[in-house]
């Protein structure tokens, strides 16, 4: 089970910080990713980071978002910097490729003045 926390609202050029926190004892070993999913359109992949904490972004993240992991407490994180109106969106948190079952509620994200 996947929990994603701390989205909101918050102003353009604004900072959030996201939180999952992952059940299981595989964790360390997984690629673990953030998703979003903006109104009308589909879920993309934002950031990834390995278990040895190699990390990818989406271009149009990079530079302004930060993806860490702390394998002892099982919790992966993205910070959120520079916040645009266009990062409005659910963001949720899964394995690299997804799987079905770790999809959760995810956390709403709102960037507007």
């Known amino acids: 089970q996947l929990q994603a926390s701390g989205g909101g609202l918050v102003q353009p050029g604004g900072s959030l910080r996201l939180s999952c926190v992952a059940s299981g004892s595989n964790f360390s070993i997984n690629v673990m990713g953030w998703y979003r999913q903006a109104p009308g359109k589909q879920r993309e992949l934002v950031a990834d980071?390995?278990?040895?904490?190699?990390?990818n972004y989406a271009d149009s993240v990079k530079g302004r978002f930060t993806v860490s992991r702390d394998n002892l407490k099982n919790t992966v994180y993205l910070q959120m910097n520079s916040l645009k109106p266009e990062d409005t969106a659910v963001y949720y948190c899964?394995?690299?490729?997804?799987?079905?079952?770790?999809w959760g509620q995810g956390t709403l994200v709102t960037v507007s003045s």
């Open positions: 899964n394995t690299v490729p997804p799987l079905p079952r770790y």
């Open positions: 980071i390995t278990s040895g904490r190699r990390t």
